[in-house]
């Protein structure tokens, strides 16, 4: 048997050695269902199957480069380039390029992201003259979405009444035409949106058998990571390609299905024995990801869901540390508690900022963990912000690029048509659009040949119309030769766009120069890899491709020491040693948005699953009694989550409050005592009944609270801290064992040690952490 396919066990390896026929492999978190989908890849290619055969869809891009590079280092790099890996997204924009004018697009179409899809939705409501409050453009470009991943078209909802109805109901009438009107546009844009580039790959398989058979036959096997977060637009794709080879294996967890609000379907993993015949079901029962307590703590929660598949998780890893619950009292409390921890956690044990991850239900929960990890000096990276291509100037400068590749796209011209300022104000463009409607053409065709048109402007506007249409023409010529660094490079020089950032040399300003500078960077590097991996040539077309789609997940190269803070819907699929979830509270997690119904709260309580399993070691539980919220600071209670995990998995920490007012720790934590050293253990329980907290207090109280006892005091290392080390001393580590004292800086609890260890080279440890002694 193949050497890799002993890091399987014997559950693992049968779904890893079946290739033929409809499998799948239902199975809880951390069992390994993202190692069996590659190890199955790298065996199917060391049988001999093509590699351009085989298609392999996981949820975000990084998962699947991820999977590429580990089958390449079996199989080999060059046969593991051939491979279709990738999100849905991605993989089926490629194949709409190359079949695009089938429906009429141009093989360059432009990918609109959220913001585009927003400007131009916001945009025809004001065309339309709607009320914008009512028809608020997100809720809007959220309807239209459902529509299209239910594969409801324009055609399909005016002959639906009870759309229309439901429409009617919600106040916003018009629902249906702003739905025409944006499909019209962004078709007369050459672009699609996100859920375009599935909708119109149903399409394309359904209105061409040839087409459909031509994929069916090149996509002999198919494999589809995170299959309970599948929609229905991706369900029908899959459906289709598998529908000649049934060579499909999905695998997935049910417990762990927390998109259904933006149209996940759970049915698709429920019912998926009925889809196919024959069907191979495989489990997987043991849990690689995480220690005892973790693992059983989250079956605890999850068994509090009715509508669930049984499944067994089990771990042969370590005990490990029960699950912390820190209370605080406010979120600002919350996000020093976090701060303080990891510090003290990544000195304790010598560990890397990125082992740290803080996941919270909503994005603005940011803030005040940001504020506190500053402070500290602690690094961070908040994923699922505002992508890195999504700033103001970086969009700017691609706005340019994706004028040059389809001068159709509305969105990208409205940006940078009188940006810098070329003198061409809001009426001329409004002019402009209003005629290109009427002339059924786009807005740069209209620009032109503005002599020709009905569009009434001076003669010095059409002539700064005329000059940008040719700077943009002149760009076009460019790109036929340049990579797409040399272009960017001349286009931000000649736009004026560097000079208009340069200018106001704020600190906005620079950052802005900065930006732009390491979007180049990327670029030179994107040129270079693609040369490498893909054996393409870097053009702007690649470049572009590749950019619509990255989320800023894609954009971590992984070698950053960084603390990872998301929302949990983003750490799907992730780990970390150690793991906050922070914001553990009622209304907020659960969210007072999906407390309405039993099916809403249980996915709720499945992100909390979700949450939960990604840590390796040690989980903490944290929640505010207070905290802003729309600007007002909101009382609150703790989360029935924390109340439903079974009490023995639990360690409920000394409440920050308490600790800062004990006497024994005025200092704080952070004062000249070590917090391990004197632990506080409640003798009774803090009490998380809910409602409960409401008769606690809110106030600081300036006494020690009585119910708190020492439960431990030293570990013996006071006395080193206590008794000056000095250079030449040798001294013994538990990790790194001894070593000779090159260097001692620093002052009171500051005071570090340079030491040259046996094991491990030259370290610097902060004294009070470092569990040393002298030998
Ligand atoms: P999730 O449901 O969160 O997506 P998963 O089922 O996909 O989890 P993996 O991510 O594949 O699980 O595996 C979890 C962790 O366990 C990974 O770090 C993986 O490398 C490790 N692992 C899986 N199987 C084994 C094994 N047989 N031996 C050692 N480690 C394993
Ligand atoms: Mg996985």
Redesign the pocket.
């Known amino acids: 048997m193949e050497k890799y396919l002993s890091?399987?066990?014997e559950a693992?390896l049968e779904p890893t050695l079946q290739i033929e026929g409809p499998m799948i492999v239902i199975?809880?978190?951390?069992?390994?269902?993202?190692?069996?989908l590659t190890y199955r890849i790298a065996y199917m290619m060391s049988k001999g199957i093509d590699p351009f055969n085989i298609l392999s869809l996981t949820f975000t891009n990084k998962a699947a480069r991820e999977m590429k590079e580990r089958i390449a280092t079996i199989v080999g790099a060059s046969e593991a380039k051939n491979l279709w890996m990738g999100t849905f997204h991605s993989v089926f924009a490629r194949i709409l390029r190359s079949e695009a004018d089938k429906l009429g697009y141009p093989s360059n179409f432009t990918i609109y992201d959220t913001q585009d899809s927003d400007r131009l939705i916001a945009s025809i409501i004001k065309e339309m003259n709607l009320d914008k409050d009512i028809y608020k453009y997100k809720q809007v470009r959220s309807r239209i979405s459902s529509y299209k991943n239910s594969l409801i078209t324009v055609r399909a909802y005016f002959q639906n009444p009870e759309l229309i109805e439901a429409d009617t109901m919600a106040r916003r009438p018009r629902m249906g035409d702003i739905y025409k009107e944006y499909v019209e546009r962004c078709f007369k844009a050459g672009a699609m949106d996100f859920d375009d580039l599935l909708l119109k790959t149903n399409e394309l398989l359904t209105r061409f058998p040839e087409v459909l058979a031509k994929y069916q036959n090149r996509f002999k096997y198919i494999l589809v990571d995170?299959y309970q977060d599948t929609n229905h637009s991706q369900y029908l794709i899959v459906r289709a390609l598998s529908d000649k080879f049934q060579n499909i294996c999905v695998?997935g967890?049910d417990a762990?299905s927390i998109y259904a609000f933006r149209g996940a379907n759970i049915n698709n993993i429920l019912n998926f024995q009925k889809d196919y015949d024959d069907v191979k079901v495989f489990r997987?029962e043991q849990n690689?990801?995480s220690t005892k307590n973790i693992v059983n703590a989250a079956n605890s929660i999850i068994d509090k869901n009715q509508t669930k598949l049984d499944k067994i998780v089990w771990t042969a890893n370590d005990e490990g540390e029960k699950i912390k619950v820190n209370r605080s009292l406010t979120d600002g409390d919350e996000g020093r508690y976090v701060a303080s921890t990891i510090f003290e956690t990544k000195m304790q044990n010598q560990l890397m900022h990125s082992d740290f991850a803080v996941l919270y239900r909503t994005n603005a929960q940011s803030r005040a963990i940001e504020d506190a990890l500053r402070k500290r000096d602690i690094p961070y990276r908040i994923y699922g912000g505002l992508s890195f291509y999504q700033r103001k100037e970086i969009k700017d400068v691609l706005s340019y690029l994706r004028l040059i590749i389809n001068p159709a796209d509305e969105e990208a011209l409205k940006r940078i048509i009188n940006f810098p300022p070329r003198g061409i104000g809001q009426t001329t463009v409004d002019k402009l659009i209003v005629s290109a409607n009427g002339y059924n053409k786009t807005i740069f065709e209209v620009m032109k040949n503005i002599e020709k048109t009905d569009v009434k402007v001076n003669r010095g506007t059409q002539t700064k119309l005329q000059d940008f249409v040719t700077l943009i023409e002149s760009y076009q010529v460019l790109n036929q030769t340049a990579d797409v660094f040399e272009l960017a490079e001349h286009v931000t020089r000649t736009s004026g766009l560097i000079k208009e950032f340069n200018k106001d040399g704020t600190p906005e300003g620079v950052t802005r120069m900065e930006n732009i500078e390491e979007l180049l960077n990327g670029m030179k590097d994107f040129v270079e890899g693609q040369k490498e991996i893909a054996d393409t040539t870097g053009s702007l077309a690649e470049f572009l491709e590749d950019v619509a789609l990255a989320t800023d997940l894609d954009a971590d190269k992984g070698d950053s020491n960084h603390v990872a803070l998301m929302t949990i819907h983003l750490a799907?699929?992730l780990?970390f040693p150690y793991v906050y979830i922070v914001g553990l509270e009622e209304d907020l997690f659960p969210s007072a948005m999906s407390m309405n119904t039993r099916s809403e709260l249980e996915e709720e309580r499945r992100l909390f699953y979700v949450a939960l399993?990604?840590a390796e070691k040690q989980a903490y539980l944290t929640y505010a009694l207070s905290r802003y919220r729309w600007g007002k600071l909101i009382d609150s209670e703790p989360s029935r989550f924390i109340e439903e995990i079974d009490e023995q998995y639990l360690d409920i920490v000394t409440p920050t409050e308490e600790r800062r007012f004990n006497p024994m720790l005025s200092a704080d934590i952070f004062g000249d005592v070590e917090p391990n050293k004197i632990r506080y253990k409640p003798a009774k329980q803090p009490t998380l009944k809910k409602g409960a907290t409401k008769k606690e207090p809110t106030k600081f109280q300036a006494t020690t609270p009585k119910n708190l006892k020492p439960v431990a005091k030293t570990n013996g290392n006071t006395n080193l801290f206590d008794s000056k080390l000095v250079v030449g001393n040798v001294v013994k580590h538990i990790r790194f064992g001894t070593g000779e004292v090159l260097k001692i800086e620093g002052k009171g609890a500051d005071i570090k040690a340079e030491i040259d260890f046996q094991h491990g080279g030259v370290k610097k440890l902060l004294l009070r952490f470092a569990k040393l002694e002298v030998v």
């Open positions: 890091q399987l066990n693992q199975a809880g978190a951390g069992s390994g269902k993202t190692r069996v995170e695998v967890d762990q997987l690689y990801r799907k699929g780990e399993t990604r």
